[in-house]
């Protein structure tokens, strides 16, 4: 089955720098690649998402890079902001498929 | 508007008592999901529904269970709780296309639930 990995497990960084989040994945077939956004006690909430015929995608702040030959993709949160901190999660939906795997989060933290 | 809903968002039960948490959608999707969600962890799928067919996680323990019985409503029931069941449940909802996921996955509040 999928298997997505997620790194770093924490980040901390200054108000206006940026923040990368890497994953990874293990099935080749997998076409759907979102990212999810959540704040204490609240629901997992869609940021951006990305699918496997494009290799880049941007929303503002926010990009979302994918390089299926490596099996790998990418949160970039540029001029960040205190409230960007949160958890964020990277899932993958393996080819053809419902369900939805997700890593294990990274805990960003904007010092102001 | 809110587009997938929990009920209720916090449950107590006592270990062993048999405990229902219900989501309702309006958004007519076709796949309903489970996550069991501890803290500082991510969500675990515990099972999904792509519209009447029941998909269980080789790693769900035969204590949960789920029914569906429309398009709107998927029921989560736990037979015995113990201490360790004490998560936030989360439902999530999607539309299937033929080519996979057509929408991003809609998460409810959650459902908190303590075993005492």
């Known amino acids: 089955g999928e298997n997505v990995e997620q790194h770093p497990s924490t980040l901390s960084v200054q108000e206006g720098d940026s923040a990368v989040i890497k994953c990874t994945y293990s099935?080749?077939?997998?076409?759907?690649f979102p990212w999810y956004k959540q704040e204490l006690g609240k629901r997992p909430q869609l940021i951006i998402d990305i699918r496997s015929n494009v290799g880049e995608k941007k929303d503002q702040r926010i990009a979302v890079t994918l390089n299926k030959t490596a099996k790998h993709f990418s949160l970039h949160i540029t001029e960040t902001q205190p409230e960007d901190s949160a958890v964020y999660f990277c899932a993958a939906t393996p080819g053809g498929s419902e369900k939805l795997v997700f890593g294990k989060g990274t805990k960003l933290t904007v010092n102001p | 508007d809110a587009m997938v809903i929990q009920n209720p968002r916090y449950q107590v039960t006592q270990f062993g008592k048999p405990v229902t948490l219900s989501c309702s959608q309006t958004l007519n999707h076709n796949v309903m999901y489970w996550y069991q969600q501890k803290s500082s962890q991510a969500p675990k799928l515990l099972f999904h529904?792509?519209?009447?067919?029941?998909?269980n996680e080789a790693d769900t323990p035969d204590n949960f269970q789920s029914r569906r019985p429309n398009t709107s409503f998927c029921f989560l029931d736990i037979r015995s709780p113990g201490l360790g069941d004490a998560a936030m449940y989360l439902c999530?909802?999607?539309?299937?296309?033929?080519?996979?996921?057509?929408?991003?996955?809609?998460f409810g509040q959650g459902t908190r639930l303590t075993v005492v």
């Open positions: 099935d080749s077939a997998s076409n759907y």
């Open positions: 999530a909802t999607s539309r299937l296309g033929g080519a996979g996921v057509d929408t991003e996955a809609f």
């Open positions: 529904y792509y519209d009447k067919d029941f998909n």
